[in-house]
């Protein structure tokens, strides 16, 4: 099994700022399996990336997803006040299955 | 613009089977992938299993032996069973959808429902 490892576990910016949070797998994962999700509390996750650096629709474009092989970043190029929430990477990969990373939250200094 | 909306008891007792359906409007169930996830309080995602609209399933092997997932394409639901339930069971699941032709990622999800399993 896959294991998505995120970090920082929290993540401390202001308005304004770049974010950059990074998403390490435990084994080479297929780029095009590589996916990012956003989640506020009260609500279901929501598909911000999809196979590493493709924007879901409505997604704005201060939202940029990169990386391969072990190693994947989502950046957000100037955070508003409605990007601090829960991120979470996501894989599929062998055996068919789905796994998560554990979360970055982002959280308002 | 295609909807998921969970559906079930929202408690079950221990040792009982949990039971929840997805029922999908404002599209096809056929060709996709309709997974369950589910999130314990305050804590990350779990992927509990997928069903392909044909039947075919793919399950966690951590959850594999207490698992079922089957679809209804007529009613455009797909469901959950989870069997044996434990107070460790207790989370918000999910119904979500995912595409082959987008990376299986999980484009659409349903709200998520709380589950609490309590004699």
């Known amino acids: 099994e896959i294991v998505l490892t995120q970090s920082p576990g929290t993540l401390s910016l202001s308005p304004g700022e770049r974010a950059t949070l990074s998403c390490r797998a435990s084994?080479?994962?297929?780029?095009?399996?590589l996916a990012w999700y956003q989640q506020k509390p009260g609500q279901a996750p929501r598909l911000l990336i999809y196979g590493a650096s493709s924007r879901a629709t409505g997604i704005p474009d201060r939202f940029s997803g990169s990386g391969s092989g072990t190693d994947f970043t989502l950046t957000i190029s100037r955070l508003e006040p409605e990007d601090f929430a829960v991120y979470y990477c996501q894989q599929y990969g062998s055996s068919a299955m789905y796994t998560f990373g554990q979360g970055t939250k982002l959280e308002i200094k | 613009q295609v909807q998921l909306q969970e559906s079930g008891p929202g408690l079950v007792k221990p040792s009982e089977t949990l039971s929840l359906t997805c029922t999908v409007s404002g599209g096809s169930i056929s060709s996709y992938y309709w997974s369950w996830i589910r999130q314990y309080p305050g804590k990350g995602l779990e992927w509990i299993g997928y069903i392909y609209s044909s039947g075919n399933t793919n399950y966690n092997p951590s959850l594999k032996s207490r698992v079922t997932i089957s679809v209804d394409t007529s009613k455009n639901q797909f469901s959950l069973k989870l069997s044996s339930v434990t107070a460790a069971d207790t989370a918000v699941y999910y119904c979500a959808r995912g595409a082959a032709s987008s990376g299986y990622c999980l484009g659409y999800w349903g709200q998520g429902t709380l589950v609490t399993v309590s004699s």
């Open positions: 084994q080479s994962v297929s780029s095009s399996y």
